[in-house]
C-alpha cells in the first residue's frame, strides 16, 4: 500500500493527471458544443443545403482519431500541444453528439417550441428552457461517450505527443512491463469512469420522456438566419475542412508524393476483408448484448439494474491493451485453447464497445411508451410476441444505430486487436498504425484511405436513420 501511494504521489503521475483532467473536460465540452450547435442549425434554422451539411458532419465518423492526429501532425507540428491536441479529438469525436442530438431534435414535437414562442420567450430561452430539456438524454448520451473515448484514446495522442494516463499505461506495458504500475494507473482511470457515469446519471434524472402520440408530423418552423447566413455558412463550411479536409488531404498527399508509398494490394485487399469481417460480427455481438441490458435499466428501474447498466461503461475507460492482456491472462491460465482466437477477440471487442451500443438502443427504448406493451398483453399476447411486433419495430432505429456505431469502433480499434487477433490476422487499423510509427507516413495512407472508405457505409447508415426519425 506505500508503494503503490508513493508512486501515484510522483510528480510525473501528478502532471499525467492534470493533463487527462483538462484534456477530458475541455474535449467533452467543445465536442458537445460543436455537436448541439451543428445539429441545431441543421433541424431548426433555414440554413441551405441541410442534406449536404448533415453529410459533412457526420462524415468525420468515418476518420479515426488516429487517422486524424496523423494528418494534422504529418501537415503541422504546431498541433502537438494542448490546444492541438483538444482541438484533433475535438474535430474526431463531435459527431457522437451531432447524431443523437439531431435524431432527438426530429423527434421532438415542434408545437412545444411554438408554444414557448407564442408565450413571449425569445429565440434562446426557448432552447434552453424547452428544446434542451427535452433532448438532454440524446446530448448526455452522446458526451458520456466522448468522455470515455477521451479517456482511453491512446493513437492520436501518441502521435500528438502529448501525455496522459493511457499513454502513460502503454509505455509501461511496452518498455518494462511493469504491470502493478500500469494497474494502478488503470484504476485511477477507472475512478475517472466511475465519475463520469454518476455526473451523466445526476444530470439525466429519472424523469421518463416517452409519449403515446407522435406529436406534430411535420417539419417545425425554419428559424431564418438572414444576415447571419453568410457567417453560420462559413462556420459550418471551416469545420467540414478542419475535420475532413486537413486529414484526407494529408493522406493524398503522402499516398501521391511520399518515398515510401509502393501499394501491396494483396496486404491492402487481405487487411481489408479481416477488417470488415470483424466489424461486421462485432457489431452484431455488441448490439444483441445491449438489448437485455437496456430493458432492464428502462423497464425494470432500481438499484440493482442501474448498477448491472452501469457497470457496462467501467471497462471502456480503460486502454484496450488493458482489456487484451487481461483475457491473454486469462485465457492462458484458465483456457489455453481460446488464446489468440476469434473468439476471444470478439469478447474483447464486446467490453470494450458495449457501452456504444447500450447508449444507442437506450436512447431509441426510453421512448418506446410501456403503455404500448401493456396493451398487447392485456389482448393476449405473449412476451416474445409483444417484443417481436410492438417492441422491435419501434427501436429497429436504435438496434441499427448501434450496430453501426459498434462496427465503426471496431474497424479502427487499435492496441487490443494487435494483441488478441489470431496469428497472421491482420487490420486496416494495425496495418496503418505499423507504418505510420515508424514514420512511413507514404505506406501508411493506402490503408488509412481504405480504413475510410470502408466506414463510409457505417457513416452513412447512421447519417441516414437520424434524418428519418420523425
Given at each position: 500500500?506505500?508503494?503503490?501511494?508513493?508512486?501515484?504521489w510522483r510528480p510525473r503521475i501528478g502532471e499525467l493527471l492534470w493533463?487527462?483532467?483538462?484534456?477530458?473536460?475541455?474535449?467533452?465540452l467543445v465536442s458537445t458544443a460543436v455537436g448541439v450547435a451543428g445539429a441545431w442549425v441543421v433541424e431548426r434554422t433555414d440554413v441551405p443545403a441541410r442534406g449536404w451539411w448533415h453529410g459533412l458532419l457526420c462524415a468525420p465518423l468515418a476518420v479515426p482519431a488516429f487517422v486524424n492526429g496523423y494528418g494534422w501532425v504529418s501537415t503541422t507540428h504546431a498541433v502537438q500541444s494542448f490546444p492541438g491536441a483538444v482541438m484533433v479529438v475535438s474535430l474526431s469525436y463531435f459527431p457522437l453528439v451531432y447524431l443523437p442530438t439531431v435524431a432527438a431534435l426530429r423527434r421532438l414535437d415542434p408545437a412545444v417550441e411554438e408554444v414557448a414562442t407564442a408565450l413571449g420567450k425569445g429565440l434562446w430561452q426557448v432552447f434552453w428552457r424547452v428544446t434542451l430539456p427535452a433532448i438532454s438524454p440524446a446530448v448526455l448520451g452522446g458526451a458520456l461517450l466522448v468522455g470515455l473515448h477521451l479517456l482511453a484514446e491512446y493513437g492520436a495522442l501518441q502521435l500528438l505527443n502529448y501525455p496522459t494516463l493511457t499513454t502513460a499505461i502503454l509505455q509501461q506495458y511496452a518498455t518494462v512491463f511493469n504491470g502493478p504500475e500500469a494497474t494502478l494507473l488503470a484504476l485511477v482511470?477507472?475512478?475517472?469512469?466511475l465519475l463520469l457515469l454518476g455526473i451523466e446519471l445526476l444530470l439525466r434524472g429519472r424523469r421518463r420522456r416517452a409519449r403515446v402520440g407522435s406529436g406534430a408530423r411535420r417539419e417545425p418552423t425554419r428559424i431564418r438566419l438572414g444576415r447571419r447566413r453568410p457567417v453560420v455558412i462559413g462556420g459550418?463550411?471551416?469545420l467540414a475542412v478542419w475535420a475532413l479536409g486537413v486529414p484526407i488531404g494529408a493522406l493524398v498527399r503522402w499516398l501521391v508524393r511520399g518515398t515510401s508509398s509502393g501499394i501491396d494490394w494483396g496486404e491492402l485487399t487481405g487487411a481489408a476483408s479481416s477488417t470488415f469481417v470483424l466489424a461486421l460480427l462485432g457489431g452484431l455481438l455488441a448490439t444483441a448484448a445491449a438489448v437485455p441490458v437496456v430493458w432492464l435499466a428502462v423497464r425494470h428501474r432500481g438499484l440493482v439494474t442501474t448498477a448491472i447498466e452501469r457497470s457496462v461503461y467501467t471497462a471502456s475507460a480503460m486502454p484496450g491493451i488493458v482489456i487484451a492482456l487481461a483475457l491473454v491472462t486469462v485465457s492462458i491460465r484458465a483456457v489455453p485453447a481460446v488464446y489468440q482466437t476469434l473468439g476471444l477477440l470478439l469478447?474483447?471487442?464486446?467490453?470494450?464497445f458495449l457501452p456504444r451500443a447500450v447508449v444507442s438502443v437506450r436512447s431509441t427504448f426510453e421512448l418506446v411508451p410501456p403503455n404500448l406493451e401493456e396493451v398487447a398483453r392485456s389482448l393476449g399476447c405473449s412476451g416474445p410476441a409483444v417484443a417481436r411486433r410492438v417492441t422491435l419495430p419501434l427501436v429497429l432505429p436504435g438496434l441499427s444505430a448501434a450496430a453501426a456505431l459498434v462496427a465503426l469502433a471496431v474497424a479502427t480499434e487499435l492496441t487490443a486487436t494487435l494483441l488478441l487477433a489470431p496469428i497472421g490476422t491482420e487490420t486496416l487499423a494495425t496495418r496503418f498504425w505499423s507504418d505510420a510509427s515508424s514514420v512511413a507516413y507514404g505506406a501508411a495512407a493506402p490503408y488509412a484511405l481504405a480504413l475510410i472508405a470502408l466506414s463510409v457505409p457505417s457513416t452513412w447508415l447512421l447519417a441516414r436513420l437520424s434524418m428519418r426519425s420523425r
Open positions: 500500500m506505500g508503494e503503490a501511494t508513493d508512486f501515484l493533463n487527462t483532467v483538462r484534456l477530458l473536460v475541455l474535449g467533452v482511470l477507472v475512478t475517472f469512469c459550418l463550411a471551416l469478447v474483447g471487442y464486446l467490453i470494450l
